[in-house]
């Protein structure tokens, strides 16, 4: 007879393995593989190419199609720098609260999944219920595109999917689109005290950014689309990282930032589309066309939209 273990008792065994996204995940999806197996279920799983991550499918009843898909991600956001009193990797109750990294996101789902099996197993399905585990979620859902072409490959088509992400037991039907981008922008160095002679990428990527912060305060104003099962209800424009400059003394002669739209979107949007904001960054910044050489700004489209 297969291993009976409590919600509670099933989420500890899995915050106990720490698989931020940095680090494997394959001893989780070993003891998920192995529990599954303890009571007749058979799974199978992926990876990615250099066999550090697993992901994992196993299913529950009749083999058929129109099923229903529980899934979620085994990877955690990391710990560094955080002001933990506890082990994150390992469950406490205090308070009426259990504390550890994943209890929501969302080890705890899979939890609940997992401890339910034999509960599950006594029922009369007449459609399948597959239970479908990724990886490297927490870094751009890495793991997802391979895992569903697997999924639809393998298993007969389903009829819908409940991703278990926390969202106070409230359901969640829509989800945002996310395009990011890295811009680069190439000036011309030289020092500091004859700034008539370079041109200076900081302040043209500031430039750039201002451009960008004018955007999402048009949006916020009104501009454009709006949903209200959104918070907030319009899209977004966000710096997330700046580098540049060699020192002081040296007018810089490249920066590069990084930033993402989150879109509200009523219908699907094209690449050009998608496109269309870092191009006319490049006619925004009054400094562009302004010294020779002309600062060249480089968009690249990181190719993580998701809706």
């Avoid at 190419?49 to 129109?66: F, M, R, S, Y």
């Amino acid at each position: 007879m297969g291993e009976i273990r409590t919600p509670q008792e099933m989420l500890g065994q899995l915050i106990s393995f720490n698989t931020i996204s940095a680090l494997s995940n394959k001893d989780m999806i070993k003891f998920i593989a192995d529990y599954l197996a303890g009571h007749g279920i058979n799974s199978s799983t992926g990876g990615n190419e250099d066999g550090t991550k697993a992901d994992l499918i196993a299913t529950i009843g009749p083999n058929v199609e129109g099923g229903l898909v529980l899934s979620g991600h085994t990877d955690v956001v990391p710990v560094e720098g955080q002001d933990w009193h506890t082990d994150p990797f390992e469950m406490v109750e205090v308070g009426g609260r259990i504390y550890g990294r994943g209890t929501s996101d969302m080890k705890g789902f899979i939890a609940v999944v997992l401890a339910l099996v034999p509960e599950i197993l006594a029922l009369p399905l007449v459609k399948p219920l597959h239970f479908v585990f990724s990886y490297d979620e927490e870094v751009g859902c890495l793991g997802a595109p391979g895992l569903i072409a697997r999924l639809m490959r393998d298993k007969p088509k389903p009829r819908a999917a409940i991703i278990g992400e926390p969202t106070s037991m409230k359901l969640v039907n829509a989800h945002k689109g996310i395009t990011a981008f890295e811009t680069r922008v190439i000036g011309k160095p030289g020092h500091s005290s004859q700034p008539h002679k370079g041109v200076n990428a900081i302040a043209v990527a500031a430039d750039c950014i201002r451009f960008l912060q004018d955007r999402a305060g048009s949006f916020e104003a009104g501009e454009g689309p709006r949903d209200e099962r959104f918070e907030p209800s319009h899209t977004t424009v966000s710096i997330g990282t700046i580098i540049g400059g060699t020192a002081n003394n040296i007018i810089a002669g490249e920066c590069a930032f990084t930033w993402d739209v989150r879109a509200v979107v009523q219908r699907k949007v094209s690449g050009s589309e998608r496109r269309s904001m870092p191009i006319a960054i490049m006619f925004c910044c009054p400094l562009c066309g302004g010294f020779h050489p002309k600062p060249t700004l480089f968009p690249k489209n990181l190719p993580m939209s998701r809706r």
